[in-house]
């Protein structure tokens, strides 16, 4: 039994580390982290954080979620034939080579496989048939937990500001979310199929392999503040996880294959309740906009004066010493006219005015750490519409 238990680990781990869809999340993170650096740097003359929390963003949740997943995996004996292995994995790389994170749902890959068990036949397609109507819906309730307990606990967490223009020409701020997290998920395949896709090897009757779930979540803030808007976004996670949940006891308790059908039904529901809060956020008065508020506040570096004096996203700097602001140039003057002390009048979105105040030093004009609604820094940084 030992011999069997350390043999089943040595599997895991190589498959773990031998897994392209690993290496390719860790260059896809990279990647990404240049684009958003590069991004804040030509909006806003100034990088929010250092490549490397993207990677960690990347691997370090996910990974933490993939341990207690793979724990109810193994418990409830997720097994998985070695051909539907090989497909979701090849399905998971080339959506990941698209470069764009919000194709990235395991549920996209799972339905395009039941699609071809119901619509074709051969010896290669049976091999998908050998997997249980349970266990593929189990693997779908544990990709739509993943992304639900993920959206929670980091779906709100180091956002990268950035402009939009309105379709009057006018620059609106937002909050981006764009994350690419990496579940490592541990699931059985039977020994006997690895021996024939491998015969120069023996296998345990059962291969605990670590089967990767990259998940994807895009979204621009710009309606609503990020703690309020992510509330929908989250329910509308919980009613597909409830009811993937519902399809796989279902289909536990019957043994019956129709529950499979759920499968396009859930991947429906989560895309249409996800497109209804966009929908909200892009219909509501945007909130990152200079106006009567005065001059917004889209975001602030850490360990920099605004930091410090406790200036937050979606705040609006109203008077200055007095005197009313109404855009990030107004604001420097104003500044520059009441040296050595900086008294803020500081506006949340709904009308409430606090102070702010310091003492202000002339290396301060450039290093106060406060991103504002403005032009971009770099003139011919390619700006989007918001639709």
Known sequence: MGVELLDGIGWTVISLFASPILWLAVLVSFLLSMRRVKRERNLFRSRTRSKRTDLFETLIPGFVV????????????????????????????????????????????????????????????????????????LLAALSLGAELVLL????????????????????????????????????????????????????PEFVPIVLFLPIG???????????????????????????????AAGAFLTGQA??????????????ILHQRIKRLNRSQTPLFLNGKRGVVILGTLPEKPASEMGLVPGEAIYKVNGEFVESEKSFYEAIQKHKPYLRLEVMNHNGDVRFAQRAFYEQDHHDLGILFVSEPGNKRTKIRTLQ
């Open 66 to 137: 993939g341990l207690v997943l793979s724990v109810i995996s193994v418990s409830l004996t997720l097994t998985v034939s070695t051909e539907f292995l090989i497909a979701f994995m090849v399905l998971t790389f080339l959506i990941m080579l698209t470069g764009v994170i919000r194709f990235n749902l395991p549920l996209g890959p799972l339905v395009l496989l039941a699609g071809v068990t119901w619509f074709m036949t051969g010896d290669r397609v049976d091999s998908l048939r050998d997997v249980t109507v349970s266990d593929w819906l």
């Open 217 to 247: 979540f895009s979204f621009l803030f710009t309606g609503q503040l990020p703690d309020q808007l992510i509330r929908p976004l989250i329910q509308g996670r919980l009613l597909t996880f409830v009811l993937s949940v519902v399809l």
């Open 258 to 271: 129709v529950w499979l059908y759920g499968l396009p039904v859930l991947l429906m529901i989560h895309l």
């Open 152 to 203: 929670i606990w980091r779906g709100k967490k180091n956002l990268s500001p950035s402009l939009v223009l309105s379709k009057r020409g006018r620059y609106i701020g937002g909050l981006s979310s764009n994350k690419l997290w990496l579940i490592p998920l541990v699931v059985f395949v039977p020994g006997s199929s690895l021996e024939t896709l491998i015969p120069q090897w023996s296998f």
